[in-house]
C-alpha cells in the first residue's frame, strides 16, 4: 500500500469548500492557498460560483480533470453521496474530514461501513471519517481544518507523524514546531474506516522522504496488519516510536470509554512492539526526545559506554542511568589515563572521566580526552556533559569542533552531547550526527533505546519458521485429525507430546490395583488424580491427590477421589486414573496459548505454581517466535537467574526450555483459529529437562470464513 | 545553626582581591560591583592600593570595621593565614574558595582539618573549601568566582539550591535562569571542612526567603546530621528535594572514585529519605520540576485525582501515569455527568473527562466541568489538558479566567495545568497557585509526590520513642549488664526474647538422650543444630539437621553432627544441641540491624529464606522507627500481599510483624554503638504471630571516643 494519492497529491479538491475560512470546509482551502502549496487546488461548493476569491464547481463530476486527493468536508449525511463521486471519478484518495460516524453508535457505524465499501470497491485510498487530515511539510500540502499551521510550521524534516487520535495530532503538531523537529508527514487517522495507523506505517516504509515514524495508537483492530508494518519498517532500518495508550487498568479504562476501537490488552500490545523491534514510549515528551534522536544520531553498535564529564557528580548520575538502562562503561585504555593525568592531575580517569572546571582554562584536554576514547576501540557510544559551559558564546565554537573531530576519528561511533547550549549551537552539534540533550540521563537513555533497537534488528526481521529448527519432521505439524473439543489430561499431554512437549512420565489407569501397578513402575513417587474431559479443575473436586507413601494409601486414595468427584461433580464423566512421577524442579513455569482475533496466535510465558496467584510474573509472545525473543522473555521473569548457581545448586541449561517454548509457539501458529485453549502449568524445569506436569488442551474447528490456520500464519510475514 | 552572616552578610571583605576579573579573586569583586549588591565591599591585597577601581587593604587586620563575610581567594599554602586573621578580627562566617586541600590528598586533608579547626575555635561559619561559594538573589550578593550570574540572573523567588558540587552548582544556576525559576539563595558546599549541605539545609529551614529547598548531595560524612536537618525542614513545612547520586553499582563506584566523602549505601540514604519525607529526584529535570511545582502549588490533601482533557488519548495516557503513581480517578457525580453529557451530546464523563475539541466552539463547557469538579469535593488534585490550545492568543484569558474560577470554588484544590503555554501565560497560571506542565504525565507525577509529601508529613516529623508502647517495661531497655561477643544461637534467642522478640519454641540440650526428651516436648517435628559461640554458618559445617522422624534418625543425627563439626570445625566450642520445633511459616521475613558509624542505628527488612540469595528484597529503616513507617515497607516488600488470601489461605494479620520491628528497631537504637550485629534470619510469620527460627547477636562495649549508645541516639531527634 503505497497511499502515494494521500502523501503526495499532484492536485487537491475540496469538497464543501466554505467560504468561511474558520469552517471545517473553509480551513483547508485558506491553508493550500496561502501556504505554498504548489499542486493544484479545486473547490466544490454546489450552491457558490466562487470560495474565497478562487472558481468552485458544483460537483466533483463536473470538475474539468481528476485530482490525486479529495478532502471531503461536508455534513454527515452527504458524504456517502460525496465519496461515491469521488470514487466514480477515479479519485486516488479521500480523506473524510467530517464526523457523525462509528464515534456516535449503530447508525454512525453502518454509515462508516458504507464509505468503507465504497473505497474498496473503487480501490480508492479512504482516511478518515472524524480525523483531522494530513500535511505534507516538504510539499506545503496542508489537508486539514486545524487551524495551528497558521501560527507557524515546523521544518521539514525526515520524521513522520500518524496519530488515531486528532487532538494528539494536534499537540504533536505543535510540539514539533516549538522543539525544532523536522517533520516529512503528519497524518491523523480518525476513526480509521478503511486506512488505519499500521497501514500508514506501512506506505511510510516505502516514502523516501522519511526516515523515522513517530506513531500514536488507541488501539488496532487488525493487530497482525500492525505486526506486519512495524516488521517491515524495522526490516527497512526506519525506527518506529510507538506511543500506545493504555498500559495501567486504569488506562485501559479510560481508553474503553472515549474510543470506538477495540483496545486489546497492554501486554499484547508489549509483544508485538518487542518482537517488531519498535520503540515503546510512555509519555509525549519521551516520543519526541526518541524521534530527534533516532532523526539526528548513529545507534551505537553496542553497550559500551564512555561518558567524559566536568562534573564528576553529574558523572556518577549518569553512570546511574547507564546502569538502568544497561549501559556498560569500560575504563579508558592505561596509556590514554595516564596521559590525561599528566595534563590534569586531580582529574578523574575512570568511566566516568571527569576532566574537571580545567577545561575552561585549557580547553584542549576535552578534545584529548573524547578524540582518544573515540580512537581507542573502547566504545560504542560517547556522552559529552559540558554542564553550563556550552551557554557560554566563546565555547560554542570549541565544543562544535570538538564534536567534529570526533567524528572524523570514529565516523561509527555514536556521540551525544549534553550541557546547555543555544538553538543555534544545538543545531550545529546535531548536523554532525550528534545528539543533544540538556538533560544528561536523556542522552543516555536516548542511546540505549537506539543500542536496543539496533541489537533487536536482526531477530525482529527474521521470520520466524512455523516449524522450529529443533523439532523433527515427524511431529512438525499438527496430525490431520485432529483431536476436537476439550482433552481430558491424558489426551492433552499425548497431544502435547506428539508435538515434541515432553510430558512427566505417567501412566493412566483404570483403576487401583492398575494405579498400584503404575505407581511402583514410576518408583513410588507420584501425584493421582482423576482423568476426566469435564473437570478443568480437578482439585477443587476432591480430584487430586499428592503424598501417597505406601500401596494401602494409593488404593485408599483411589477411592476417596472416586467418591468425591462423583459427590461434587456427578455430571462429570470419570475415565480411571492418572499416575505421574512426582518431580522435584527447580523452577516451575507455566505455558498458555491463544488465539486472538485481533493479534493472531499468542503466547503467554510466565513463572508458574504458587507464583501465579500471589505475584502473576508473565510475558506475552507472538506466535511463532524465535530463540532470542524467548531468551529475552527468560531472562525478563527471573528464570534465568533461577536456573543459574544458587545455595549449591549446580546451574542448568535453559536450552530445552526455550526449544519447548518454540515448539509450542510453532503449534499455536500452526493451529490457528482452531486453537481454543492451550495451557501447561506448570511446566517442570529440572536437571534434567523440562515436563509437563499438567495440560489442559481445548480445540475446534477454525470459524468457517477465516482462511486456514496455517495459511493465516504465513501470510502476515513479510 | 542559622549561618546568618554567611547567607545575609552586610559587609564582605575579597582577600586576595584581583586587579583581572577572569581570575578567582578578580570575579567575586566585579560581580560584588557590578550586580548591585547593597553591602560594603572591602579588598585585601597586600600589593596593590586599588583593585579594579577600589581602594584595597593589606589585611583584614588594617580593615577598619569588621565585615560579616570574608571571601578567601588566595592560593592554598596562604589560606590557613587568611582565616586566622579573619578569625581574630571576629568575622562571622569565611568562605574559602580556593582548591587544593583534601581533594588533592593527605597534606591537603591536614592543611583542611586545621582550617575546620580555627573555625570552630572562633564560632566562625566556615564554607569550602575548593567550593563554588554562595548567591543571594534577593540581596544581589554573589559570592562566587563562577561568572555564571554576569550572563543573566534568575529571578528573585523561594527556591533554594545547596550543592556539594560546584560544577553541578553552575549548572543549576544556569538552568534555575532558563528554566524560569525563582531562587533565594545559592550555595556551594565543596570541600565541606566545618559546613555541610545538611547545615545549609538546617539553616534555610529558618530562612525567610526560602519555602523549598534543592539539595545536591554526593555523600555525607554525618547521616545523623542529614538526618536532624531533613527533619526539621519537614516540620517546618519546607520540602527538600534531593538528587543523591550514586543510586546503583555503577555510581556508586563513579561516586568514589571522585569525591573526598564517603559515600555511604545507597539503600541507606534511601532510607534516610524515606523517613524524613525528603522527596528524592533521580534526574536534573526532574529536581527542577518538582521544585517548580512545590514553590508554585498546593500538595493535594489525599490520591482522588480528577482529569479534565480535549483528548481523550491523552486522558487515558494520564491515566495510566495516574495508575502508576497510586493515584485514583473517581468518577464525576452523576448530575455534573448527566449535564455535561447535555452541554456535549459526545463527551466522556467517565475521569478523565473528556469535553472534546468542542471547547473551540463552546469554551464555557470546560469552565462547568472545571468549576463543578472543583466544587463536588470528589477530588483532591484537578488536571486540566488543553493541548495546543493554550498557545493561541485568544485563550489565554479563557484559561486564566477558568484557573482563577477553579481555584475560589475550592481553595484548597490542588491544580495543575498542561499544554502548551506561552511564558507568560504560564507565569499567570503560576501566579494563581497552578501547576503548569507541557507534558501532561509531568503534572501527575508532581501532584503524586506533592501528596506523598504531604501525607508522609505526620510521620516524618513524629519522634519515634526508643521504647515502642507496645513494648512492656519490664523488657524496655536492655539489661545492664550486657552479654558480650559473639553469642551462641540460645544465648541470641534468649537475649531477644528478654526484649520481647519471640523465638520458635526450643530447648537448649547437652546430649541425645536429652535431645530425645526435648524432641517429644515439642510434638516431634524440630530442627536439631550445633550450638557453638563460634560458628556463624552452621550447616556449613554439618551442623543442622531437618527432617528428622523419629528418634532413632534423632540419635543418629546428634552424632554425626557432633563428629562432623568435630572434624570440619575442630576449633570451635561445642556446647550441645539445640531442638528447635519447626514451624511452617506463610511468610520467611529477615530481620538485621547494625551502628553505622555515619548514619547510627539502622535496620534492614526483607524477605527471608530462599529469596535471600535468589531475589533479595530488603529495605532499611532508621531506628528507632514507628508504626507507619513498617507497614510502608511491608507493603513495598510484597509482605502484606503475602499475608493476605490467597490459594484458600486465612489472612494473617501484620501487627505482630510491625510490633516485632518497632522492639528490633528500638533495641538497635538503644544499644548503640555497641551493637555489632543482629540478625534474626529466618523470622516466622504463622497464623499464630511471629517467631524468630535463628538468631545472630554479636555486642561490643561502645568504642571510648563516643557518647553512650543510648544518648547518641536520643541526641539526634530534634
New interface residues.
Partial sequence: MTLKALLHPASVAIVGASQNPQKIGGMPVRLLAELGYRGTIHLINPAAEEVQGRRAYPSLAALPTTPDLAIIAVPAPAVEAALRQAADKGIGAAIVLSSGFA??GEAGAAAQQRLADIARGSGMTLLGPNCLGTMNLREQLFATFS??PL?GRPEPGAVAIV??????G??A???AR?GGLGLSHWITTGNEAATSVADVIDALVDDDDTRVILA?I?GARDGRRLQQALRRARAAGKPVIV?K???????????M???ASLSGEDSVYQAVFDDTGAVRA????QMFRLGQAFATGTPPRGRRLGIIT????????M??????AGLA?PPLPVAVAAELKRRI??C?T???V?V??QITATYEVMDFAAIEAARCGAYDGLVLFL??AG??AGFADKFENTVRLVREAAPGLSLAFS??VSPDLRRRLQAHGCLVH?????AIEAMAAMERWLAAGADAVAVPSPVPETQSAATAMPPKDLPSGLLNEVAGLAFLASQGIPAAPHRHVRDADAAVEAWRALGGQAVLKIVSPDLLHKSDVGGVRVGLRDEEELREACATIEACVAAKAPQARREGFLVARRLDPRVELMLGARWDPTFGPLVILGLGG?AV???PRTSVLTAPTTPARVRARLQAL?VL??LGV??GHAPIDETPIVETVLRFAALAAALGPGLRTMEINPLMVTEDGVAAADAVVELGPPPQDQPSATRQAQSDLP
Fill in positions: 464515534e456516535v487551524p495551528a501560527a496519530s488515531q487520535s486528532g487532538a494528539f494536534g499537540y503538531f505543535s510540539l516549538a500514536y488507541e506511543t495508550v493504555g498500559r495501567t487498568d486504569a488506562g485501559a479504562r479510560a481508553a470509554s472515549h474510543t510512555t509519555t509525549i515528551e566536568v562534573s564528576g557528580g553529574v558523572g556518577t548520575l553512570a546511574d542511568a547507564a546502569s538502568d562503561l592531575p586531580f578523574s575512570a568511566n566516568p571527569d574537571t572546571g554542564a553550563a551557554g557560554a550541557g546547555i540538556e538533560e544528561p540521563t536523556h504458587v496467584e500471589l505475584e527471573g537467574r533461577r544458587w545455595r
